[in-house]
């Protein structure tokens, strides 16, 4: 389990690639978000809680396929203070992939 804001946020970058699998992802991952936005840091045992819950849907979530290649994408970005999210859904409004990446200032 995350013990410091990085890992944290790494793990719910992570999880945040198979929502698709996961029903009403955005309301469970919630706490873990507030968690992560929260100054100190600070890890709840309800957040280790919703983590294990999500990664045991994972687990169990039945396989899809995805959709064709050749139809239109749209490409949605969104940021926050310290990561990047993008997400691709099809024409249709399926979700075909989302990914998160942590900012780093250099």
């Given amino acids: 389990m995350p013990t410091s804001r990085r890992e944290a946020q790494t793990a719910l970058g992570f999880l945040n690639y198979y929502l698709r699998f996961i029903g009403k992802f955005s309301a469970k991952a919630a706490e873990n978000r507030e968690a992560i936005e929260k100054e100190p840091f600070a890890r709840t045992t309800g957040c280790q809680?919703?983590?294990?819950?999500?990664?045991?849907?994972?687990?169990?979530?039945?396989?899809?396929?995805?959709?064709?290649?050749?139809?239109?994408?749209?490409?949605?970005?969104?940021?926050?203070?310290?990561?990047?999210?993008?997400?691709?859904?099809?024409?249709?409004?399926?979700?075909?992939?989302?990914?998160?990446?942590?900012?780093?200032?250099?």
Wanted: include cysteine; aromatic fraction near 2%; glycine fraction near 4%.
């Fill in 49 to 106: 809680n919703t983590t294990a819950q999500l990664l045991e849907e994972i687990r169990h979530a039945e396989c899809q396929q995805l959709p064709s290649s050749f139809t239109p994408k749209i490409v949605e970005i969104g940021t926050l203070p310290e990561s990047i999210e993008v997400c691709c859904p099809s024409k249709e409004g399926e979700l075909i992939m989302r990914i998160s990446a942590i900012l780093e200032a250099s």
